[in-house]
Each structure stands twice: as C-alpha cells, then as structure tokens.
C-alpha cells in the first residue's frame, strides 16, 4: 500500500509499504478514505519529536472498515468509522474516566500515552495517512458513523482530533459565561478553539498570530478581534493592557515550534517556550493558562515565579478524544458549528509531501489539509 513516510527533517515520501494485518483479536483494519495533517505532525516533520526512518505519520484518519478481529463486538466490515488520535484500551483506569489520552495499557514503550503515528515513545502504532491502518482496542478506538447519517466524510472527519481537541481545551480551561479568552495560534486548533469559546458564552474572544490570512480568517468566521503579533512590540503587555489586567483564560494553540513573539525572550535551551511567555503576561491572576500547543522536552527560563506569584492556574496536555466524540457528533448535525470551513486544500495522498511543505510554510493561503488516499 502507499503510505507518507518520515525520512529526516522537512523530508517525508510516499512510499510503498506492506498493508497491515490483524495482529490480535480486538483489531481491525481501515481502508482510509481521508485523513488530515495535524500541527502536530510539523512537530515530527520539524523534528522536534524524534522518529525512526520509514516511519508512518498521521492520526486523523476515518475510512471503511475492510477487516476485524475475533474479539470486536461493536463494529463490522463495511462501517464507517472516524479513528480518534488517541488509542486507548478502554478498560484501564483513564479510559474509565474520561481520560483517554493516558490509557494505561495501549504503550508498553513509556509512561504517556499513546496516538497514531507519532513514534514509539507515545505507543509505536503506524499512522493513518496511509491506504490502510491498524486500529487496536477497536470497539473503544473508534466511532461508527450512523448508518442512517447525511454528513459527508468532511463534515465528520476532525472528530479524530481538531474539533475534540478544541472542544477539550476550552471546557479543560474552565471557560464560561463572561470570560475574555484570548487564544494564541490561528491553525486549526485555535480557530475551531474560538467557535466553542463562545458557546461557552465567553463575552470577548481575541486571535494571536502572525499569518494575516489567517487571522483574517479568524475575523471573518468567527468574528474574533485579531491581532498579528509582529506588529506590537510587547504583545503580552499590550494584551495586559487591552484586557484591563489581563485575560480569564490563555489558551496556547502553538507549541514548541511557534515563532518567537516580539516581547519574548526567546528560546530556552532547544525549547521555544514563547508562546508560554505571552501567555503568562497576559493572562489574569488567578486566571487560566490551557497548553494544547505541543511541548517535547524540558526548559530553562519557564516563568514559574511570575506565574506562582500571581495565582496563575496552568493546565495542559493531549486531549483525551474519545468520550467526546459522539456529543459533538451530534453537536455537527444539529449545525451547532462549521467544522469545514478551515478545510483550504484537498490533495491525493500521493503529492502529500508537497501537502507538508505548504502546511509548514502556511504558503497559498493554506490553513488545514484533507489527504486522499
Ligand atoms: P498550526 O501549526 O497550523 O498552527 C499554529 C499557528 O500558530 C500558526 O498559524 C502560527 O503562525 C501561529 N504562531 C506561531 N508562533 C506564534 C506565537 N508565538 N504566538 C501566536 N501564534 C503563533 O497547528 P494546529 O494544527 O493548529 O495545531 C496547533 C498546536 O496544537 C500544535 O502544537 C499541535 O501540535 C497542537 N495539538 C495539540 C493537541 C493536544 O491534544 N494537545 C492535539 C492537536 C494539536
Ligand atoms: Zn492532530
């Protein structure tokens, strides 16, 4: 089969692989009809996160299930099913406990958690960009489409990661009625994080880049303020300022691979930890930082003494997918939000390394890309 492979840094090719195959009983195997690049694979590509050669990424996937296990009680051949980033047992504590993103059981290599695609220090489980992937814990790992569903692939493929994500960040953020939120990054994440700030009911919702298309996206569809980062001097300060002491909540949809912002200081060790600087002058005391920007390693200089000395509340991680994915399926048919309209480019899987390369450079106006096989 085709499938997008790690070769080095800014290096990914299709190449030809083996298919997988059912290794035990509660697998089963996906014909892949799309499957999205995630910011979180430009950390692979960028190698911020180290990855053998060859390697398979991708964790957004959805498709046809050609195959299943002895043991999958609760999906059959022919189904449609969205694969959610994370694998997850589904018997463990965490799984248990809406906490999916930390299953116990699914990485025998670490500690964290596991997802598709992303190296054997978060469970060595072969990618989804792909004509074919492996899913473990398939009953658990995966939500079937009703049968008797309208919605089109597109309509529910960001359920494996980008809408849940979203979703996670603002409720694990504590955002309610009221509140400023300001929201660092103007990807994907952070523009379908904007949308569920305001069901939340937040009163002011404000979008930090440096992209102009996509803060104008940002403007345009979910009629947030905007402001590019480039253009301030001191963007915390200025965000200190604009929110009369800061914001209830910061979320950080950027990661270790942002830019550094003009009043930052900078990389810390290997570690951009910039956007955790914006984020620390601009929020509140006793407001709320959410990390869903994705950190790799340890670093120096972190603001730990401003952000204790002002009741800062810092929360983070991978957002657990899997208990959320069916109350915002439903929240998709009832049109509650759009989660399409960052869907800029539709390409084969076959010109995905062209398909990295534009995500990574944000180049022709590019927000999200849908591969298909
Ligand atoms: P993306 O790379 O498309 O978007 C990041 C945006 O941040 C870009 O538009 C970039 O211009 C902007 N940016 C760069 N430096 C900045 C700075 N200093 N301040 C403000 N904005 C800055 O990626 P995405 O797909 O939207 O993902 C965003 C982040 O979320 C990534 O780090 C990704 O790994 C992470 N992520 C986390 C989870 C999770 O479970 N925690 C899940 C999915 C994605
Ligand atoms: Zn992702």
Known sequence: MQALTYQGKDHVEVKNVEAPKIQRGDDMIVRITVTGICGSDLHLYKNGISLSEDYIIGHEPMGIVEEVGPEVKNVKKGDRVVIP?????????????????????????????????????????????????RVPYADFTSFVVPESSELEDENVLFLSDVVPTAYWSVEHSGVKQDDTVVILGAGPIGLMAQKFAWIKGAKRVISIDHVPHRLEHAKRTNNVETYNFEEHDEIGGFLH????????????????????????????????????????????????IQLTGVYGINADNFPIGDL???NVSLKMGQAPVIHLMPEL???????????????????DLKDAPEAYDIFDKKSDNNIKVVLKP
């Open 85 to 133: 980033f994370n694998v997850g047992c589904g018997d463990c504590f965490y799984c248990n406990n809406q906490m999916e993103s930390q299953c116990d059981n699914s990485n025998p290599h670490s500690d964290n958690g596991s997802l598709f695609g992303y190296s054997e220090q978060f469970g060595n489980y072969p990618g989804g960009q792909a004509e074919y992937l």
């Open 329 to 347: 399926y439903n929240m998709i048919e009832n049109n509650e939000f759009d989660p399409t309209d960052i869907i800029t480019h539709k390409m």
């Open 308 to 310: 204790f000395g002002r």
């Open 241 to 288: 300022q604009s929110t009369q002491g800061g914001a209830d909540v910061v979320i950080d949809c950027v990661g270790m691979d942002g830019t550094v912002a003009s009043s930052d200081h900078g990389p810390s060790n290997d570690q951009n930890i910039s956007p955790i600087i914006t984020a620390s002058e601009s929020v509140r005391k006793f407001g709320t």
